[in-house]
């Protein structure tokens, strides 16, 4: 029984890799993630944080099992108006690379991508790539508290360079607690609930890793940036 057990939970972990390879590209999506590698908070510039937000399913009867399966399943659709997440074919598996756009205010887009680090039947989790807002993990899971379900976004970060740690300290970071707050609530929806989210932020390490600083070089921001800005002249040239 133990080494059956191993075996499964070997298979809720993904592979490692060199590099980011996504194995599908919707119409609409830009890759900038193929060839980058993954970077931990450890890899991360700014400041360290843990934020975590919580909402309660009271009243719903569903399981964490089943709050998790319809997670997977809809994933993008929980998401705020204006940011898009482009699921793998094969859904939310160890192993696959998704691409996402997330709105940075003005009309710009910030388009990167997560590679799915974990999954099982009561959590995923995603991680970042060089060039994201922050280095880190984001772990969605689903247990159990007073009898009944709380769905719960984790996030373990930095920001990777300088500039996003100026842009995450200038309202970055509410700007972030308000889109999971977002997701949560529409999560709750879907399931039958309409209990507020609570977040809770704590700030685990004050330093920021100068050494770091070069991350700046795959900024994604930057290179949305500057795709968005010269649409204009690549269109006259069509």
């Given at each position: 029984?133990?080494?059956?057990?191993?075996?499964?939970?070997?298979?809720?972990?993904?592979?490692?890799?060199?590099?980011?390879?996504?194995?599908?590209?919707?119409?609409?999506?830009?890759?900038?993630?193929?060839?980058?590698?993954?970077?931990?908070?450890?890899?991360?510039?700014?400041?360290?944080?843990?934020?975590?937000?919580?909402v309660?399913?009271?009243?719903?009867?569903?399981?964490?099992?089943?709050?998790?399966?319809?997670?997977k399943?809809?994933?993008?659709?929980?998401?705020?108006?204006?940011?898009?997440?482009?699921?793998?074919?094969?859904?939310?598996?160890?192993?696959?690379?998704?691409?996402?756009?997330?709105?940075?205010?003005?009309?710009?887009?910030?388009?990167?991508?997560?590679?799915?680090?974990?999954?099982?039947?009561?959590?995923?989790?995603?991680?970042?790539?060089?060039?994201?807002?922050?280095?880190?993990?984001?772990?969605?899971?689903?247990?159990?508290?007073?009898?009944?379900?709380?769905?719960?976004?984790?996030?373990?970060?930095?920001?990777?360079?300088?500039?996003?740690?100026?842009?995450?300290?200038?309202?970055?970071?509410r700007?972030?607690?308000?889109?999971w707050?977002?997701?949560?609530?529409?999560?709750?929806?879907?399931?039958g609930?309409?209990?507020?989210?609570?977040?809770?932020?704590?700030?685990?390490?004050?330093?920021?890793?100068?050494?770091?600083?070069?991350?700046?070089?795959?900024?994604?921001?930057?290179?949305?940036?500057?795709h968005?800005?010269?649409?204009?002249?690549?269109?006259?040239?069509?």
């Open positions: 029984m133990d080494s059956q057990k191993v075996s499964r939970d070997e298979g809720n972990w993904a592979k490692p890799v060199a590099s980011l390879a996504p194995s599908h590209v919707p119409q609409g999506a830009l890759d900038t993630v193929g060839g980058k590698k993954v970077l931990s908070p450890i890899q991360g510039f700014g400041k360290m944080w843990q934020k975590t937000y919580r309660s399913l009271a009243g719903t009867g569903v399981s964490p099992q089943q709050t998790i399966a319809v997670w399943e809809e994933f993008p659709t929980f998401w705020p108006k204006g940011s898009q997440f482009h699921a793998p074919l094969t859904g939310i598996a160890p192993g696959e690379v998704a691409l996402l756009q997330a709105s940075l205010g003005g009309g710009l887009k910030l388009s990167t991508g997560i590679l799915v680090i974990y999954a099982d039947e009561e959590s995923f989790t995603f991680m970042t790539p060089q060039g994201h807002m922050f280095a880190g993990w984001i772990t969605f899971s689903a247990f159990e508290a007073d009898g009944e379900t709380v769905a719960q976004a984790q996030v373990l970060m930095r920001a990777q360079d300088p500039l996003t740690e100026l842009g995450l300290t200038l309202g970055g970071h700007k972030e607690d308000v889109f707050e977002a997701t949560l609530r529409a999560l709750a929806r879907r399931l609930s309409d209990v507020e989210p609570e977040t809770n932020v704590v700030c685990v390490e004050r330093r920021r890793q100068w050494s770091r600083a070069g991350n700046v070089r795959h900024s994604s921001a930057f290179r949305s940036s500057l968005s800005a010269t649409s204009p002249f690549r269109r006259k040239t069509l």
